[in-house]
């Protein structure tokens, strides 16, 4: 396996060769007028260019204040410039920001002239790609930092911010140094048969093993909390016409973003509206009512409804107390796995008088609950079962931000090592279980990104910001 400072180190000259050490630069506040707007470069030229641009450099770290000309020396505008001195600023190069005042037209002005310099325009998420190859921040920390960017949710931004302060990388350090100690024990034996440790009998593999596993599971858990603050869940929202799903939609939203009325059919096309659910982003989809119909409009809303409840990480299955119950419930052969549903029998307020919620409960092979959308009664428990059954914990607090690439990565190192048991203890195979060893090892690396293919990496950057 490549050694990680190694890799870094040839991936980086791999970069530096295509990019021939480019001074990048790139608008790193957000479009639109305001007070504030910085044009950031970083790269060899920075300093050379800014100072071209200014008619000053001031010392690292110092804030000036100068006239940004253009190459007739005519003045852009007025504002700060400031300058980071290599290898302590965010990319490890020579960082310069010119802020001045927020107008698209000044900003502008000012890339061109640093083009016009010498510079090109950064690449999405180039800025911390540079941070990673020059061993500023490891692949965690980078991915943070968009994450804490893009934060919808409070929670979400404390969970970013705690990965980004690398919490999140010393538990995956931490893993490894069990991995490794765990691989040496492993090898001595294959490189010293005549020993005759007899691995089953001492156990000291096997509880490593099992330390090891239960190790990544608690992380495995960790993680995928952290995914769901990020990326939150998708729930959508199905059932019969006329069975409370808009009302449903609206009063969890708390705003009447769906149109009621008593009109079976008046929801034809997916609606769809995001809120927060204790901490966590949860993406509502409103869906027309399934039904059989003739009408072309509403058939199209009924096929898109279905799509919608097939990908979807919850569905919220709405009955009417006062509909035919049965057919209604004749919507969960249709539905994903029990587990992914919620049955909400809705219209709790009119008080049906032959309703037997606990017999109707327990017909049905799915969590379940009364509700009123009109009056709210029932929807702070529902709130909590929608939590329980995505698997999110009340408690936010030590979570790291995550995503879908982390998890995948922790899943194969949970694999490997229970396939590496296996073959101790059917075979004692200690070469397959060395090598699983080393598979778990290569996937926790792509987490902090100290082995990864270069595909992969362009990937994870291109969904940066252009300033970041």
């Not at 982003?281 to 096929?303: F, K």
């Amino acid at each position: 396996m490549i050694r990680p400072k190694l890799f870094k180190h040839l991936l980086m000259m791999t970069q530096a060769h295509s990019m021939n050490i480019d001074t990048i630069c790139a608008v790193a506040t957000p479009p639109g007028v305001s007070g504030v707007g910085i044009v950031r470069l970083s790269g060899p030229s920075s300093a050379t260019i800014a100072e071209k641009i200014c008619g000053l450099l001031p010392p690292p770290r110092h804030a000036a204040f100068v006239s940004f000309r253009d190459k007739s020396k005519h003045c852009i505008d007025q504002g700060l410039l400031l300058y980071f001195q290599a290898p302590a600023s965010f990319t490890g190069e020579d960082v310069v920001e010119l802020q001045a005042h927020g107008g698209p037209l000044v900003l502008n002005m000012l890339m061109r002239r640093a083009l016009e310099l010498g510079a090109r325009v950064a690449r999405p998420g180039e800025f911390s790609e540079r941070a990673f190859l020059n061993d500023k921040l490891d692949l965690a920390q980078a991915e943070a930092i968009a994450d804490l960017i893009e934060s919808g949710t409070e929670a979400a931004a404390r969970a970013a911010q705690r990965s980004l302060s690398g919490e999140f990388s010393k538990q995956i350090a931490g893993l490894q140094e069990k991995l490794t100690a765990l691989r040496v024990y492993v090898e001595a034996a294959i490189d010293f048969p005549d020993e005759e440790i007899d691995f089953l009998a001492d156990g000291e593999v096997l509880a490593r093993l099992d330390a090891s596993g239960q190790a990544l599971l608690t992380l495995l858990a960790a993680t995928r909390q952290g995914q769901i603050l990020r990326d939150g869940i998708w729930m959508a929202i199905v059932g019969r016409p006329n069975a409370g799903k808009s009302s449903l939609l609206n009063a969890l939203s708390g705003q009447d973003r769906a149109i009621v009325t008593e009109i079976p059919g008046t929801t034809r096309d997916i609606l769809r509206e995001s809120i927060e659910i204790d901490g966590i982003p949860v993406h509502l989809v409103d869906t027309a009512g399934i039904r059989p119909t003739e009408n072309p409009i509403e058939a199209e809303g009924v096929r898109r409804a279905r799509e919608a409840l097939l990908a979807a990480d919850l569905v919220l299955l709405v009955v009417d107390q006062f509909g035919d119950i049965a057919e209604q419930l004749s919507l969960l052969q249709e539905l994903p796995d029990p587990e992914r549903v919620i049955v909400v029998f809705n219209k709790e307020d009119l008080q049906l008088a032959d309703w037997d919620e606990r017999a109707m409960r327990a017909q049905v092979n799915a969590s379940s609950i009364s509700i009123s959308a009109k009056t709210g009664m029932g929807l702070q428990k529902l709130r909590s079962m929608v939590r329980t059954a995505v698997g999110a914990t009340e408690q936010t607090d030590g979570l790291f931000s995550a995503r879908q690439r982390h998890v995948d990565a922790l899943r194969r190192a949970t694999a490997h090592l229970a396939q590496g048991k296996r073959q101790l203890l059917h075979s004692a195979a200690l070469e397959i279980l060395a090598e699983e060893l080393r598979l778990a090892q290569k996937a926790l690396s792509e987490i902090t990104g100290d082995v990864l293919p270069d595909d992969l990496l362009g990937a994870i950057f291109a969904s940066f910001c252009i300033g970041k």
